[in-house]
């Protein structure tokens, strides 16, 4: 128990200690407010529009398997705290360790087909690719 | 030659030793002692990034490279360090425009937080009577990886808030960064459990205790680097992905996009994201040294233990300047093929074998 109230505690330092930082900049810092001082940097550029677009995230089915191997790590997890343990208490390797093997193995079955379809490739943009390949056209 | 045994280590926490010595009584006491505990803990880190940001990363840097670097200010320019706390806190603070104001003023909090919270379970070792470790809950290595994840969920904050082009691609790309590699990071880790049979962290360092062989009358302790050398490669490749240090620092990358997720922030929220990524650094290091290099175990008596803590997560912050100054940048594309086609299959087979080994060797 007394573990919890230790992490607690380091929680509300861990989120004082930036709050007291903060708190003492605010304090010392001067404000001068000036036009343009707030324009967002773009290269010294005038920027063009917003960042709150509709952006092409290039890894979408990288994350998708994500996914599902945190799932797997995470129902790895219990099976290797015991794994030791258990070994010593005598029970066969054999009966360990296949059904860990076969748990893993259906995953690596679908990590080989998503790589074969180009799933865990950088994603080129359609669009992109299209605007670049008229660009070349004579 | 006797290789420092914990054995002797005191069973109490340090949150307990300070609730003990106070004599503070209760749960409200044994709270009162265990935020006395965590602030002492926190200063030290704090000591640490102080000491790191402004004046070691420089001089290393200058080093490898062959030049001088801050000597001005105090003996080996030393008192860089207070005047660099001072300017940076006495900053302008420039809001940009269309920032999203809660999450832009969140994100330098999260990202601080997560990096000192990953401190709680680990085992920093004893310096004379105090026992540096603040928890040691049954999930405890579990516990490390989990509040040094949640980094990225800020990155991802500050660079969707800040309404920059530089800052929404830098988030963008940290997510990815930690998609390629937080698994094959968890899968090594797991196969250090394989051999624990614990989460406990203090376990974990216990079980690297015992003498592996003995060469020329020099003890070598089982440190789970040198019984399981190819997991401590993998680990460390991942660790780098992981607090986004070169050659995988993309999300930063300095010469592509400004500073990614950076780029908009001044005053005491740059100052905070500083501190955050020097603390991940640290973590990093931490989970190293705990996991692969026997935690605070070192020749001498135990009761120094934390300086042999205190040398190893130098020396891994050592070793990502050296990175950066060595090594160039991989490209996102590349980072992905790494992560998902190398890192994911190889700390699989890492994770079988490991396995099958421990079996062949308890049966």
Known sequence: MSDWIAIGALAVVGIGIPLGMMGVSALLRPSVPEQGKRTIYESGEVPTGSAHIRFNIQYYMVALLFLVFDIETVLLFPWVVIYRPALNAGVPMARL?????????ILTVGLVWAWRNGAVEWMSSPRAMRRKTERNQP | ?????????????????????????????????????????????????????????????????????VDRIGPFGLLIIPAAAVQLLAKELIIPEGADRPSYDLAPLVLPASAMLGFAVIPMGQLGPVNLQLADPEVGFALTFAFASIASVSLVMAGYASNNKYSLLGGLRAVAQNLAYEIPLIVTAMSVVVF???LRTSEI???????????????????????????????????????GRNPFDIPEAPTEIVAGYQT?????????????????????????????????????PASIGFVWFVVKVWAFFLFTQWCRSALPRVRIDQLIEIGWKGMLVLSFANLILTAVLVGVIAS
């Open chain 2, 205 to 243: 360092v216990a079980a690297q205790q015992e003498a592996l062989f003995t060469v020329a009358g020099v003890t070598i302790p089982s440190w789970f680097a040198i019984v399981n050398p190819f997991a401590f490669g993998l680990f460390l490749v991942a660790n780098l992905a992981e607090i």
């Open chain 2, 1 to 69: 030659m006797a290789v420092g045994l914990l054995d002797a280590a005191p069973a109490q926490l340090f949150p307990e030793q300070v609730t003990n010595a106070l004599g503070l009584p209760g749960v409200v006491g044994e709270f009162v002692g265990a935020l006395i505990a965590a602030f002492l803990v926190g200063n030290v880190m704090l000591a640490f990034t102080g000491v790191a940001g402004p004046w070691a990363k420089r001089k290393i840097t200058a080093a490898f490279t062959d030049r001088i670097a």
């Open chain 2, 264 to 300: 908009e922030y001044s005053s005491a929220y740059f100052v905070l994201f500083y501190l955050g990524e020097f603390l991940h650094i640290f973590l990093g290091g931490a989970i190293l040294a705990m996991a692969f290099l026997g935690g605070a175990s070192g020749p001498g």
């Open chain 1, 97 to 105: 360790l296949l059904p860990m093997l076969a748990f893993v193995g």
């Open chain 2, 196 to 198: 624990t049979g614990s």
